[in-house]
């Protein structure tokens, strides 16, 4: 009778390794979250509240930001004047859209350093971030504003855990609460909620409180954090990922109900989506998104019959 072969002490070891390997990798990599979160939605009915960003199908796919060269960097939706903004941070300038991605005008910052960030706040108000110096800067823009400086500006510096190039990466704002959202792209990834800022009544007294949810940060199965969309209708949080490809919608309580792939196949999208870093929702629920360098997307849900 043929006796089988012992495996070698080094091919259990490489094995071993290999194993252990795999293992880390899949958690840098978030996989398996996200693989108990698609199994668990399988057989957990979505909530009615849910935004359900899996029903979201692509109409504007890839449409390049004509007379633009430097790469676009978040973006937010003005229901005022039913319009788009994004900001570059080469050439710092913040760039106004339109709804189909057409450049509506562009105004020049100067002392902005890093602009990497853009939130609507009420008509004609806005918060833009300085990355790596972590400000906030709240600016007010008229119709014939052509530049604006930040030295003329409201602005406040959080100074939290600075790290390089991984600072402030995305905005939401929640007009109710009177919260503005603000992302940490990674190390670590963080989500803070700022009370106080910008200030709205000059005869109150200036206080600003700064809130994070731990609990609600280790949940989420991505790897970074590009921007932010806070919904007003359901009070949900959506959190785009450039890096995981993924968009992420958060409930009151932090907890991940839906997502969205923004890979090739999915969402009826052509090709994946190759640098996501900005998303916006509007008044009827579309969502908006660029791309790095200068690519602009559209999606919606279909009508139901």
Not at 3 to 22: N, T
């Amino acid at each position: 009778m043929r006796r089988f072969a012992r495996p070698k002490p080094l091919f259990i070891l490489l094995s071993v390794i290999a194993l252990i390997a795999l293992i880390a990798i899949g958690q840098y990599l978030r996989l398996f979250e996200r693989a108990w979160f698609n199994l668990h939605t399988l057989w957990q009915p979505l909530s009615s509240e849910a935004i359900g960003l899996d029903q979201y199908r692509v109409e504007i796919e890839a449409r390049v930001i004509d007379g633009l060269d430097d790469d676009v960097s978040a973006l937010t939706f003005d229901p005022v004047r039913k319009s788009l903004f994004t900001v570059t941070n080469k050439n710092a300038e913040l760039i106004e859209l339109s709804l189909d991605g057409r450049i509506l005008r562009r105004i020049a910052l100067i002392g902005f350093g890093d602009p990497e960030a853009v939130e609507f706040i009420s008509a004609d108000t806005y918060v833009i971030t300085d990355e790596r110096q972590q400000r906030l800067i709240k600016i007010h823009l008229e119709k014939d504003t052509t530049f604006l400086d930040a030295a003329d500006a409201e602005q406040m510096t959080l100074g939290v855990h600075m790290s390089g190039n991984k600072g402030f990466e995305g905005l939401a704002y929640d007009s109710q609460g009177k919260r503005l959202f603000v992302a940490k792209e990674r190390d670590p990834m963080l989500i803070y909620e700022v009370h106080g800022f910008p200030h709205f009544n000059p005869e109150k007294s200036y206080a600003v409180h700064v809130i994070n949810n731990p609990k609600r940060d280790a949940g989420m199965f991505v790897r970074d954090l590009s921007s932010l969309q806070y919904d007003e209708r359901s009070g949900h949080l959506l959190a785009l990922s450039d890096e995981s490809g993924l968009i992420l919608e958060l409930d009151v309580d932090g907890r991940p109900l839906s997502t969205m792939s923004l890979s090739k196949g999915r969402q009826g999208l052509q090709k994946t989506v190759p640098q996501a870093e900005g998303i916006a929702m509007d008044d009827d629920g579309a969502l908006y998104l660029v791309s790095e360098p200068n690519l602009f997307y559209v999606f919606r849900k279909p009508a139901r019959n």
